[in-house]
């Protein structure tokens, strides 16, 4: 149990706010459960990124809870076995949205069609590849020496990044590596994404200001040379029509693109710190003060609660099974 009230206050605003943020994963998981097969890939894609936050959010839970309530709660095989779930779970999460980038990269600019089968299997190979990494620090020597331990601000359980020792360095890397590479990627996709989408949206208005007018004149024309100039104009208006659709369907997979990007901003925003405290700490060879840990380790579980809010104002399926759930 924790005596320390600066402790005590970050474990209650740590734990509330993770209690909020398992509450509107799993509202987003109840709802889309037993449809989840049904889901278009990218639909799928974020139901899996809420069942991960929601994992990631309920280990937070369970370590406030401990050092809350629990005398020596922090105790290092507790929080060896927390820290290894808990970074598994991030891991997960990240090359979630590292799926969640491709398929709109394959999309925009391969112009390819992501089918169920390709999301299906970027969420198991996100599982596997998380443990995998994950499981690699455990068979360092010495095999019986804990990895993860209470933070500064015993808000988490996570790697001592300041240790110079030779497993320690490996550690880092392995983390840093697995955090930077898919980061790198998904900065270059959405950086061509964005070049490719401005050259068509100015392509775009063009076509459509050039139709107007062709519209327009054949408008004209039938008035003057009669009934055989009407198939133009009705052919003109199917071709709008079907514009018309082409555009709809277009702004539904803007609206996921949306959604990805800033699924995409709110983890990097949630890591960046953190990130941030593991180099000063490797760098420096000294541990972070509690607060400056509390501030790293709390914005990612903001991020676990901005997560669920972007993917229910943007994607429409997940909102539809959420007001079907309520029905």
Not at 37 to 63: A, E, M, R, Y
Not at 110 to 118: A, E, L
Not at 176 to 202: E, G, Q, R
Not at 307 to 317: A, C, M, Q, V
Request: aromatic residues 10%; hydrophobic residues 45%.
């Amino acid at each position: 149990m924790m005596d320390n009230s600066e402790e005590l206050v970050y474990a209650i605003l740590f734990g509330t706010t993770s209690v909020i943020a398992v509450l509107l994963n799993f509202l987003l998981i109840l709802c889309s459960i037993s449809k989840a097969h049904k889901l278009q890939p990218s639909s799928f894609l974020s139901f899996c990124l809420c069942c991960s936050d929601g994992f990631n959010s309920t280990i937070n839970v369970i370590v406030t809870a401990m050092n809350l309530f629990v005398a020596d709660g922090g105790a290092s095989p507790k929080c060896h076995i927390l820290g290894f779930l808990s970074y598994t779970g991030h891991a997960i999460s990240l090359i979630l949205v590292l799926s969640l980038t491709l398929c709109r990269y394959l999309y925009v600019l391969r112009q390819q069609h992501v089918t169920h089968r390709f999301a299906r299997r970027c969420a198991y190979i996100s599982v596997v590849v998380a443990i995998m990494c994950c499981v690699m620090p455990l068979v360092l020597s010495p095999l019986n020496e804990n990895n993860y331990t209470p933070s500064t601000s015993r808000v988490a359980c996570g790697a001592d990044w300041s240790a110079r020792n030779p497993k320690g360095r490996i550690i880092t890397s392995i983390f840093m590596s697995v955090m930077l590479l898919p980061v790198s990627f998904i900065l270059f996709a959405y950086w061509h994404i964005y070049i490719t989408m401005s050259k068509s949206i100015t392509e775009m208005k063009v076509a459509l200001s050039n139709h107007v007018e062709n519209g327009s004149r054949q408008s004209g024309k039938v008035m003057v040379a009669g009934e055989t100039e009407s198939v133009t104009v009705l052919k003109s208006a199917t071709e709008m029509g079907a514009m018309k659709q082409a555009l709809k369907l277009e702004e539904e997979q803007n609206s996921l693109l949306l959604q990805s990007v800033l699924i995409c901003v709110s983890f990097v925003t949630g890591w960046i710190t953190y990130v941030c405290m593991i180099l000063y700490e490797a760098i420096t060879g000294n541990q972070s003060s509690p607060m400056f840990d509390f501030v790293a380790t709390y914005l990612i579980v903001c991020n676990e609660i901005a997560g669920p809010l972007i993917i229910l104002r943007f994607n429409k399926e997940i909102q539809a099974n959420l007001a079907g759930f309520f029905q």
